[in-house]
């Protein structure tokens, strides 16, 4: 008997292209009904009702309640960087409309992964705070590692990371991403960027979509910043 954990079951939960698709969809981080993603994957409502019982049965999405309306999410950010990373080693998508190039050239652009910022935004951040020395790379594991110094430049910058202690979550931990097939910064300093460049208006959210727009005050400021050209 093999006594390895059986990733088959899960495995198998996210296989169906239906759930494949709202798995996809809550990687921003939000809470959506059943109706949308219904919508988003081309299904009847029965059908996603029938999927997302059984997702949430796995334990990969969990239900909100809010009166007589449900609402569906990611179960930890642990499945979103499995979601993420499962991403990055598929095949890309077949591009055929361009509306379809449009999309693909926004997420790889800049988006959001669950709470944090992915694409070439994404790199870009994590090679400058590398560049500055804010974050190290000993390429051995799977966190970077934060110097003094790079608290003390975050704690400038409106980045909060004194409730680090105490947490099992990761500080900076190493996400792959997708598009550029590199790096990008996730963990609660990955949700703290995400959060204080929102806060600054450098960036923001594209209604209904995972892609981020860098506003100009946000390119000038990056720039500044960081010596991010985009």
Known sequence: MNAYPNISAIASLIADPSRAVFMEALLDGRALPAGELAYMAGVTPQTASNHLAKLVEG??????????HRYY????HDIAFLIETMASIAPPVSVRSLKQSDQLQQLSSARTCYNHLAGKLGIALCDALLQKGYIEDDGQNKDYHIPTKGYEWFESFGID????????????RKCLDWSERRFHISGLLGDQLERRLAELGWTRRKTGSRAVEVTEEGKQGLSN???IVL
């Open 59 to 68: 334990g990969l999405l969990v239900v909100e309640r809010q009166g007589r």
């Open 73 to 76: 999410r990611l179960a930890s």
């Open 161 to 172: 990371l004194s409730h680090r202690s105490g947490t099992r979550r990761a500080i900076a």
């Open 225 to 227: 910043m960081l010596g």
